[in-house]
C-alpha cells in the first residue's frame, strides 16, 4: 500500500513479556518517528529517524524501550519486561526528508494491551 | 516547552451545523497539522498549514502565526465528521517531532 503500515494492528501480551512492534514507512520517506497515545497522557513523542543520523531518543519514557530501524526502512519498537502502564496505542509516521516544514503521515497504531 | 491548547474539549453538534475549533500555542512554530482521528482511532491528515489559509471540501483552516493561533473550521457537519481534532505543531525546540494539544472530541448527531 502507499501508506505507513504497521504491524500487528493488536497485541495482548502478560506483563513482564518482551514485545516487538513494526513499521513500515511511506516508501522513499527518509523520517520515521514513533509516538505513544494513552489514556491520561494524549500523544507523547517517542523516538525520532533521520536518515544515517543518530536517533533523537529524547521521548522515551525508560530504558525498558528501544528501537531500531534497518536499512533506512523498516523499523522495531521494542519493549522489554512490559509493564502495565505501557498499554497504549503506539503510532508510527514517516515524512519525506524529516525537514521540520513537511507534514507527518501516521499508520494506523499498534494497540498493545499488558495483561 | 511549547505548550499547545486546544478549546472546546467537547463539542456536540446537530447534524448540518457549523462549528469552529482553535489551537493556541505559545511560542513560534515551523510546523502545523491538523488530525482528525475516527472512532476506529485512525489518524487522518487534514491540513498541514503552519501559516495563511487552506479549504479542501467542508473543512478549512486558517493559522495566524504572528498571534500564535490556528483555526479549523467545519461546515455543513455531518456523523462521519465524529471523533477527535487535534492540533500538533513542531518548533525550534523539538528537533522535528510533532507536539500535540489534548484534542477536541466532535459527536454530530442525526
Known amino acids: 500500500g502507499a501508506g505507513v503500515s504497521q504491524s500487528p494492528s493488536n497485541k495482548v501480551t502478560e506483563k513482564g513479556k518482551d514485545v516487538e512492534l513494526r513499521c513500515d514507512p511511506i516508501s522513499g520517506h527518509t523520517a520515521l518517528y514513533w509516538y505513544r497515545q494513552s489514556l491520561g497522557q494524549g500523544l507523547e513523542f517517542l523516538i525520532y529517524?533521520?536518515?544515517?543520523?543518530?536517533?533523537?531518543k529524547s521521548g522515551l519514557p525508560s530504558d525498558r524501550f528501544s528501537a531500531e530501524r534497518t536499512g533506512g526502512s523498516v523499523s522495531t519498537l521494542t519493549i522489554q519486561r512490559t509493564q502495565q502502564e505501557d498499554s497504549a496505542v503506539y503510532l508510527c509516521?514517516?515524512?519525506?526528508?524529516?525537514?521540520?516544514?513537511?507534514?507527518?503521515?501516521f499508520g494506523d497504531g499498534t494497540r498493545l494491551s499488558i495483561l | 516547552g511549547i505548550q499547545v491548547e486546544q478549546s472546546p474539549p467537547d463539542l456536540i453538534l446537530q447534524e448540518g451545523a457549523n462549528s469552529t475549533l482553535r489551537c493556541n500555542f505559545s511560542d513560534s512554530v515551523n510546523n502545523l497539522q491538523w488530525f482528525h482521528q475516527n472512532p476506529w482511532g485512525q489518524l487522518i491528515n487534514l491540513f498541514y498549514i503552519p501559516s495563511g489559509t487552506k479549504q479542501n471540501g467542508r473543512l478549512s483552516a486558517t493559522t495566524v502565526a504572528t498571534e500564535r493561533y490556528s483555526l479549523l473550521y467545519i461546515s455543513s457537519s455531518q456523523t462521519t465528521d465524529s471523533g477527535v481534532y487535534f492540533c500538533a505543531v513542531n518548533y525550534g525546540g523539538s528537533q522535528g517531532n510533532l507536539i500535540f494539544g489534548k484534542g477536541t472530541k466532535l459527536s454530530v448527531k442525526p
Open positions: 529517524f533521520q536518515g544515517n543520523s543518530a536517533p533523537d
Open positions: 509516521a514517516s515524512s519525506p526528508t524529516g525537514a521540520i516544514y513537511q507534514p507527518q503521515h
